[in-house]
């Protein structure tokens, strides 16, 4: 694996991490798009992915669904689960110290970022007169 995979990994765990501790969302609502946008993954590894390095809390039986058609990059799974503990920490840290009523406007400010970059992405594909005359 390439020092730059890594260090992708490292920070998808580490933002991953903050943003769970900090406004209490699901690590797949970064990780998922992360995988995708950063490593290429596609939508079915990553998601595969996302969910083994959640295997201890939440989803074990759908990771074994992912794992049986090896869509799960195990490896990627526990180098973000690492750094997923210590930004969660550091997100509830600093979550803790500004008001909730911030911490709401962020975490919706993010929801509305991704929902808008997912949903163009899908209608780029869908709709190539979505796409710029650029692209291939």
Do not use: C
């Amino acid at each position: 694996m390439e020092i730059s995979t890594i260090l992708i990994l490292l920070a998808i765990g580490i933002f991953a991490g903050i943003a769970s501790g900090f406004v209490g969302i699901g690590g797949g609502l970064i990780i998922v798009p992360a995988l995708i946008y950063f490593l290429d993954l596609d939508q079915h590894t990553a998601q595969g992915t996302s969910l083994a390095l959640m295997l201890p809390p939440i989803g074990i039986l759908a990771a074994i669904n992912y794992h049986s058609e090896q869509s799960i990059e195990w490896w990627y799974s526990g180098v973000i689960a690492i750094t997923f503990i210590i930004g969660a920490w550091l997100g509830s840290k600093w979550a803790l110290r500004i008001s909730p009523t911030f911490v709401r406007l962020i975490f919706s400010a993010f929801l509305f970022y991704a929902a808008i970059s997912l949903a163009w992405t899908s209608l780029r594909e869908l709709f190539p007169v979505f796409s710029s005359s650029n692209e291939a």
